[in-house]
């Protein structure tokens, strides 16, 4: 997985074993995103609430590794099934959190999907880290889920 920071964008790119279907798919269905956004220990989604088209609203919320719960929620931008995603996204953890953008691009080849996932808008530099080391724990997770290896 590459890493691209700036003051106020994350970029990951990583490459996944899997169609860009099959990714695109995990990003948005109800029903996958909640068996793969997280861990034993850590942080997990375990409701997703998704109206998926441009203008349609999502939410997803779970529970805190320190047993309390969360939620992050926003409005689809761009929803080109299976090569891009943009949304809002609206977390209730930190006081005064940022309302940033995250968009997923999706491009396949020879069965494989390299994904880019670049969030912006962040104005504040601790939230872009915890952020970015977020998205470090999410997508190893997203990619065994795809490629079905155990984590």
Do not use: C
């Not at 080849?109 to 080391?133: I, P, Q, Y």
């Amino acid at each position: 997985m590459s890493t691209t920071a700036d003051t106020s964008t994350i970029v990951k790119e990583i490459t996944i074993h899997a169609p860009a279907a099959k990714v695109f798919a995990a990003l948005t269905d109800p029903a996958q995103l909640p068996q793969w956004w997280g861990a034993e220990g850590a942080y997990h989604v375990d409701r997703m609430i998704s109206d998926l088209r441009v203008g349609g609203r999502w939410r997803s919320e779970g529970i805190s590794a320190d047993g309390g719960t969360f939620s992050v929620e926003g409005i689809y931008r761009v929803v080109e099934p299976p090569h891009a995603l943009e949304m809002t996204w609206t977390h209730d953890w930190e006081e005064h959190a940022d309302e940033t953008v995250v968009r997923y691009d999706l491009a396949e080849r020879d069965g494989s999907t390299h994904l880019r996932v670049t969030h912006s808008g962040f104005t504040n530099a601790a939230s872009r880290e915890a952020h970015s080391s977020g998205w470090d724990q999410v997508l190893p997770w997203m990619v065994a889920y795809v490629t079905n290896a155990q984590r």
